[in-house]
């Protein structure tokens, strides 16, 4: 018996999802057939720049007072008309006080519509749009600005900033335009998955697949102490809320699904619970606005600068590469960094980059860990045993005074000894060793107390090397 001929399912027509300003009131343009087709095209490589270009298009058309139909008449029959009226409006825009760069963003919409209909059309507006003339006033937060931001932010407000300020990440890498999906646990390899989330190293590594990524090209970067801190709360308070922790979570998610039946904490059901890109920016734009001092501006990227600028200071101190800290904010560091960092990391790459980065916390961090506040302390404890105080003598000194601690090193070692000690980098030890000078203790991976050969040494007081990992660093 013949098999029946089975008719092929008929495929859903291509329907916008209209989410808050996606296509706004402009979606009704797309019930014209060129509208439609031109905006179906661009939304195969980029749904957010097709819906950008039609919200462009559709403010232009209402401004001159067009429609789709007759701005393609006028450009092909009287493109002379059509110029003037583009001219018109570029000049009313302008006498409102809007900048040519923001007049120019405007005909962006009809170029594309035009280039992608293949109508001729060169009658577009002179403008001299300065690039960046509408950031003249912003500048990075300090430390201490962006630490005040931080205490206005709610938890899940802090663990985004902090993604943004610490790790690098675009907010698009954190959510998407129609939260169809962003970061996710699984992508966050050191988090472990125990009754309590926990990270089995610090700094953490964050992988930002290609789909997230402005260049297509998956990139590793890191998470801080203080970020994994306020990360594990944020994760316990979701755990206690009664949802089910999986590396396919979102590491950032919106409220629970409303009208979910949730008999129980045990069984509540949960959406896939992305963020849009646009809560993602609304979540810390008003703490940002509350804080900023008078005269300066301040958007949600700035927290993506303030990584920057911080990670450049940090090179500048010698404490992580060119580009390694390229690489760490996604960035396309060109030949040399391709070859270098823009493979697959090994383990000793891997090592390398984490130290490395560890080296950058305290630029990054808004407050001061426990080690860092006691870094004085340490330096002066390897002066006074370095002059041959005991651990009894020293227990009784002010070790944060350091002028004074320096003077009594001076009195120990004698009126006619000029005891000096300094901090140098580490690629500044050998030549000092070469030059006499002693080496006293290491201060993390970074750095190093020398002594000067001036100094008269007692025997047996040298500081013990297999103690200079308890030193960290200093920041900055």
């Known amino acids: 018996m013949a098999k029946r001929a089975t008719k092929p399912p008929t495929q859903a027509p291509f329907e916008p999802v209209d989410k808050g300003r996606v296509v706004g009131r402009h979606k009704q343009l797309l019930s014209h057939p060129k509208v439609r087709a031109w905006w179906e095209a661009r939304s195969l490589r980029s749904r957010m720049s ?25 450009a092909k029959k009287d493109p002379d008309r059509l110029r003037t009226l583009l001219i018109r409006d570029a000049a009313t825009l302008k006498a409102a006080g809007r900048l ?28 001299s749009p300065i690039k960046g003339a509408s950031l003249t006033t912003e500048r990075v937060p300090t430390q201490e600005e962006l630490g005040t931001v931080l205490d206005k932010l709610s938890l899940r407000g802090r663990v985004i900033a902090l993604f943004m300020a610490h790790s690098g990440v675009r907010p698009g890498v954190l959510g998407s335009y129609l939260a169809e999906g962003g970061l996710s646990l699984g992508d966050l390899p050191d988090l472990k998955f125990d009754t309590t989330p926990s990270f089995a190293e610090s700094p953490f590594v964050i992988r930002v697949p290609a789909r997230l990524s402005k260049t297509r090209v ?43 039946a949730q008999k129980s904490r045990e069984t509540a059901t949960y959406s896939r619970g992305f963020l849009t890109t646009k809560t993602v920016m609304e979540e810390i734009r008003s703490s940002l606005d509350s804080t900023v ?16 600028t911080r990670l450049m200071m940090a090179e500048g101190a010698g404490k992580i590469t060119r ?29 390398e980059a984490r130290a490395a980065y560890l080296r950058c916390e305290p630029f990054l961090m808004t407050i001061r860990t426990k080690e860092q506040e006691n870094v004085p302390q340490q330096v002066a404890i390897a002066m006074l045993k370095l002059a041959g105080f005991s651990e009894e003598e020293i227990g009784k000194m002010d070790l944060d005074d350091l002028a004074a601690v320096r003077d009594q090193v001076r009195e120990r070692l004698g009126a006619s000894a000029t005891p000096h000690q300094v901090v140098v980098s580490m690629s500044e030890v050998a030549q000092r060793l070469a030059e006499g000078w002693q080496f006293v203790a290491a201060i993390n991976t970074g750095q190093a ?28």
């Open 449 to 476: 107390v020398l002594s000067s050969p001036a100094n008269r040494i007692r025997p047996g007081s040298e500081f013990p090397l297999e103690q200079a990992h308890l030193f960290p660093s200093q920041s900055g």
């Open 100 to 127: 040519d760069s923001y007049v120019s963003k405007y005909f962006e919409g009809l170029k594309a519509f035009f280039r992608f209909h293949h109508v001729p059309f060169d009658g577009y507006p002179s403008l």
């Open 218 to 260: 998956m990139y590793t970067t890191f998470g801080s102490s203080q970020l994994s801190t306020a990360f594990l709360a944020y994760l316990g308070e979701r755990k206690n809320s009664g949802e089910q922790l999986t590396p396919q979570s979102p590491v950032v998610t919106a409220n629970p699904t409303r009208g979910v």
């Open 293 to 308: 001092p008078q005269g300066v501006r301040w958007r949600p990227y700035v927290l993506r600068a303030y990584c920057s």
């Open 50 to 74: 097709a819906d950008q270009y039609l919200r462009q298009f559709g403010m232009l058309l209402e401004r001159i007072n067009l429609d789709p139909e007759r701005v393609v008449a006028l």
């Open 323 to 351: 580009d390694l800290r390229e690489a760490i904010l996604g960035h396309d560091g060109g030949v040399a960094a391709r070859y270098n960092v823009g493979k697959p990391w090994g383990e000793d790459l891997m090592k």
